[in-house]
C-alpha cells in the first residue's frame, strides 16, 4: 500500500514536467531556471554576485515558493553567489515516476544538483526537515559543502514528535489519504502555516497572496510523502566536521525544537 501511494504521487508529480517548463513556472521571474536529473526536474533561481564570490544556496520550505525570495536574493547577492532551489516534490520542481521520496534517494538527488549546477564548497542554508539533508550530504558528500546553515532544524526526534504534533490525526501519515489531503487542503493550510511561521502579522497577507498564486498554478506540496517516507524516527545522522550555524524560532507550534 506503500508503495503504491508513493508511486501514485510521483506519477501525479511526472504529469507536470512539461507545463511547468512552459508556462508560469518558467516566466514569473527572469531568472527561473530548471536542471533535469534521472529522477527530479529541479526549479531554482541563480544569483551570480560579486566575481569569485563563494555559493550560499537555499532551500525553499513550502508554502513558500521561489517567487518569494526578491528581497533575499538582492541583499545576499551583494555577497555571495546565490541558488535558490525547491525541493524534489516541492512548489514546481515536480518528480518523475522513478522517485519515491525516501532519505538518502531525495538527498542523493539534491546532491546532483548541487554538484552539476553550484559545483564544490558550497554553503548550504536548508531549512526545516531539509535541514537533515544538508547534515547528510555535509558528511558523505564533504566536498560539496563547506558550512552549513541549518534554519528551524533539530534532531530526528524532535522532528518525529512535531510531526506528530503537526498532524494529531496522523491523515497525512496514512497512504493515499495522506496524498488527497494534501491535494485537496493545501490552500487551506497555507495560511494557517504563515500565521505560525512568520510572527508579523504585517506580512501575512503578503505571503499568503504570492503562495496562493503559485497554488493557483498548480504548485506541488508533497507533503504527506515526505511525512510517510523521508521523516523517518530510525533515522542515523553521524557527525560533521564543517562549520555550522543554527537559527530556530520561539514558537513551538512550527518550529520542530
Not at 73 to 91: C, T
Not at 107 to 117: H, L, P, R, S, T
Not at 164 to 182: E, H, I, W
Request: aromatic residues 10%.
Amino acid at each position: 500500500m506503500q508503495k503504491f501511494a508513493l508511486w501514485n504521487d510521483a506519477r501525479f508529480n511526472a504529469k507536470h514536467v512539461a507545463k511547468f517548463q512552459s508556462g508560469w513556472a518558467a516566466s514569473s521571474r527572469q531568472d527561473i531556471r530548471f536542471f533535469e536529473t534521472d529522477k527530479v526536474v529541479f526549479r531554482y533561481r541563480d544569483v551570480k554576485g560579486p566575481e569569485g564570490a563563494p555559493t550560499l544556496i537555499f532551500s525553499v520550505d513550502p508554502p513558500v515558493s521561489l517567487e518569494q525570495y526578491d528581497e533575499l536574493l538582492e541583499r545576499a547577492s551583494k555577497d555571495f553567489r546565490v541558488i535558490v532551489f525547491e525541493l524534489p516534490g516541492m512548489g514546481f520542481s515536480p518528480s518523475k515516476r522513478s522517485f519515491r521520496f525516501g532519505f538518502t534517494e531525495t538527498n542523493d538527488v539534491v546532491a546532483a544538483f548541487i554538484e552539476q549546477v553550484a559545483g564544490h564548497q558550497c554553503t548550504l542554508a536548508f531549512s526545516c526537515g531539509a535541514g537533515l539533508a544538508a547534515l547528510d550530504l555535509a558528511n558523505r558528500r564533504p566536498e560539496l559543502v563547506s558550512s552549513l546553515v541549518l534554519i528551524q532544524t533539530t534532531d530526528v526526534a524532535r522532528f518525529d514528535r512535531w510531526k506528530a504534533a503537526r498532524d494529531p490525526k496522523n491523515v497525512l501519515a496514512k497512504p493515499f489519504l495522506g496524498q488527497l489531503a494534501m491535494r485537496k487542503l493545501a490552500k487551506q493550510r497555507m495560511p494557517v502555516w504563515f500565521r505560525l511561521a512568520l510572527g508579523r502579522k504585517d506580512h501575512e497577507e503578503r505571503f499568503c497572496q504570492c503562495s496562493k498564486e503559485a497554488l493557483d498554478q498548480g504548485a506541488l506540496w508533497s507533503l504527506a510523502s515526505a511525512f510517510q517516507t523521508y521523516l523517518r524516527p530510525d533515522l542515523v545522522l553521524e557527525p560533521i566536521t564543517q562549520l555550522g550555524l543554527g537559527a530556530m524560532g520561539r514558537d513551538r507550534r512550527i518550529t520542530p525544537g
